[in-house]
């Protein structure tokens, strides 16, 4: 019994010694990320599609940091530049055409009947959204899918539509009130 005791005790020594070196560890070697680029990643519209010339929108969240353009994010539209501008205390400036155009929110849907099996969308999409196998059928899973655009062009038969997400009342939501600048107000009738 004693032995069993001595045994316990040496082991909890050792976890509360070791727990304490760790914990020591990460508040001395903690690395801090520069709160701007979450401020400005969080503004993003997370589509990781590439359009503003870089791989994702943290890499470009970083890049505004470091003096970018805020213009460059198509999906991000008017009320994203518009959020971009106020965190930084800038001058709102037009979307760079160069990029893109802003548009609907859109969704990828494969015609199945169409689809080959190529894979060539699935390596071009950035989130993953495509799911499938090599000479099969390919299908996209809608809540992952930002719309991105970037696996219609490799697409050989063409299967891939990008349909407009029509609003309803079971997805509306109200407006992020950090991208949007100017509140409408809309007049609400009263029934007595």
Request: charged share 20%; hydrophobic share 40%; with cysteine.
């Amino acid at each position: 019994m004693q032995e069993f005791l001595i045994a316990t005790l040496t082991l909890v020594t050792i976890a509360f010694v070791c727990g304490s070196l760790l914990g020591f560890a990460s508040v001395k070697f903690k690395v801090e990320g520069n709160p701007i680029v979450d401020q400005i990643n969080d503004i993003l519209p997370q589509t990781q599609c590439g359009q503003c010339g870089h791989p994702g929108c943290k890499p470009y969240a970083e890049a505004i940091a470091a003096g970018e353009a805020i213009n460059r994010c198509p999906p991000g539209g008017e009320a994203g530049i518009k959020a971009l501008a106020e965190l930084l205390d800038m001058e709102v400036v037009e979307l760079d055409e160069s990029c893109g155009e802003e548009s609907l929110p859109r969704v990828a849907v494969i015609r199945e009947d169409e689809c080959i099996g190529c894979t060539k969308c699935i390596q071009a999409c950035p989130v993953d959204a495509i799911v499938g196998a090599a000479k099969l059928m390919h299908t996209v899973i809608a809540s992952e899918c930002t719309g991105c655009d970037l696996c219609v062009p490799p697409c050989p038969v063409d299967c891939i539509d990008m349909p407009i997400i029509e609003t309803t009342s079971q997805d509306w939501r109200w407006p992020d009130p950090k991208t949007v600048s100017d509140p409408q107000v809309i007049p609400v009738k009263v029934v007595t």
